[in-house]
């Protein structure tokens, strides 16, 4: 992906993550085979409606239910699955292809364990993502989800609890939810399970956003850590858009820059480079217009 002029800066960590990359990789994989197997995907493989349209029109198939995929190969979305998910495709005879992100895969590993020694598990996250599902799915459901920190309070009382975090979630998120957690219990365990590449994205899209004029975060809109780069780069008062393509870039944005400043450019874990690069050729068109 190219820099930008120097009129258009771009983060130093943004876009494809590991997880994401290793994903798309192994759905291509797939896809690419010398099969007779139809190829189907539990769900978008990524919240990035460009790629998922990709893999549609190589005819990766996306289903609802695992009894959809009979006959073919399934495809685990890089988000993760409950274990049942798994264990229903085996039972019907299904083959797998599980992409889940070895983070996320940690996330199950650790809730479990904290389940097994006796914690009250909190999972610090988004009660409807996807990821939660799939951590809660690997625990039976014992957990308490926890959003934010207001939503300690709503919990029933604990003594001893155990705390994992949805990948994508930000620092202060997790630690604000922490500090609520220590007044109501007696003994807490944190396992850090924060994503290391999504907390250096979030970083070096703060650091940029505090140098520039006017911010621009490419992602799905139903991406939940594009909208964490995006509330991150607003809250340091800098203009902030989020944005999924090129087409979405309005010039009125940069209309009343000066000829020093620079617009800055961040992206999402699962936004692909290509998608970045035609919004970067975008904003320099509406900065230095001919």
Same mark, same amino acid.
């Not at 995929?69 to 292809?97: D, N």
């Not at 009382?157 to 220590?182: F, H, M």
């Given at each position: 992906?190219?820099?930008?002029?120097?009129?258009?800066?771009?983060?130093?960590?943004?876009?494809?993550?590991?997880?994401?990359?290793?994903?798309?990789?192994?759905?291509?994989?797939?896809?690419?085979?010398?099969?007779?197997?139809?190829?189907?995907?539990?769900?978008?493989?990524?919240?990035?409606?460009?790629?998922?349209?990709?893999?549609?029109?190589?005819?990766?198939?996306?289903?609802?239910?695992?009894?959809?995929?009979?006959?073919?190969?399934? !495809?685990?979305?890089?988000?993760?699955?409950?274990?049942?998910?798994?264990?229903?495709?085996?039972?019907?005879?299904?083959?797998?292809?599980?992409?889940?992100?070895?983070?996320?895969?940690?996330?199950?590993?650790?809730?479990?364990?904290?389940?097994?020694?006796?914690?009250?598990?909190?999972?610090?996250?988004?009660?409807?993502?996807?990821?939660?599902?799939? !951590?809660?799915?690997?625990?039976?459901?014992?957990?308490?989800?926890?959003?934010?920190?207001?939503?300690?309070?709503?919990?029933?009382?604990?003594?001893?609890?155990?705390?994992?975090?949805?990948?994508?979630?930000?620092?202060?998120?997790?630690?604000?939810?922490?500090?609520?957690?220590?007044?109501?219990?007696?003994?807490?365990?944190?396992?850090?399970?924060?994503?290391?590449?999504?907390?250096?994205?979030?970083?070096?899209?703060?650091?940029?956003?505090?140098?520039?004029?006017?911010?621009?975060?490419?992602?799905?809109?139903?991406?939940?850590?594009?909208?964490?780069?995006?509330?991150?780069?607003?809250? +340091?008062?800098?203009?902030?858009?989020?944005?999924?393509?090129?087409?979405?870039?309005?010039?009125?944005?940069?209309?009343?820059?000066?000829?020093?400043?620079?617009?800055?450019? +961040?992206?999402?874990?699962?936004?692909?480079?290509?998608?970045?690069?035609?919004?970067?050729?975008?904003?320099?068109?509406?900065?230095?217009?001919?």
């Amino acid at each position: 992906m190219r820099e930008g002029t120097g009129r258009v800066k771009v983060a130093e960590a943004a876009g494809f993550c590991f997880g994401v990359q290793r994903a798309l990789e192994m759905a291509l994989e797939k896809a690419r085979a010398e099969s007779r197997k139809p190829v189907y995907a539990l769900g978008p493989l990524i919240h990035n409606n460009q790629v998922v349209g990709q893999l549609e029109d190589m005819g990766v198939r996306v289903v609802k239910s695992v009894s959809e995929a009979l006959g073919g190969v399934l !495809i685990i979305r890089a988000h993760g699955v409950p274990e049942s998910i798994i264990k229903e495709a085996e039972a019907l005879g299904i083959e797998v292809a599980d992409t889940t992100c070895p983070f996320v895969k940690r996330v199950h590993e650790r809730a479990r364990e904290l389940r097994a020694e006796g914690y009250d598990l909190v999972i610090v996250g988004e009660r409807d993502h996807p990821e939660v599902a799939g !951590i809660m799915g690997w625990v039976d459901g014992q957990a308490h989800i926890v959003e934010r920190p207001e939503d300690v309070a709503k919990l029933p009382p604990l003594r001893r609890v155990g705390i994992v975090a949805q990948t994508t979630q930000t620092e202060d998120n997790l630690a604000d939810c922490v500090r609520e957690l220590l007044s109501r219990c007696r003994e807490i365990r944190i396992c850090n399970t924060l994503c290391d590449a999504t907390v250096q994205r979030q970083s070096a899209a703060a650091e940029l956003a505090r140098k520039v004029a006017v911010m621009v975060v490419v992602g799905g809109y139903h991406s939940g850590n594009t909208r964490r780069l995006a509330e991150i780069c607003s809250a +340091t008062g800098t203009p902030t858009y989020h944005i999924e393509t090129a087409r979405d870039v309005n010039p009125d944005w940069f209309r009343d820059l000066a000829p020093s400043d620079i617009a800055g450019v +961040t992206a999402g874990a699962s936004t692909p480079d290509w998608t970045t690069q035609e919004v970067i050729e975008a904003i320099e068109r509406a900065v230095s217009p001919a």
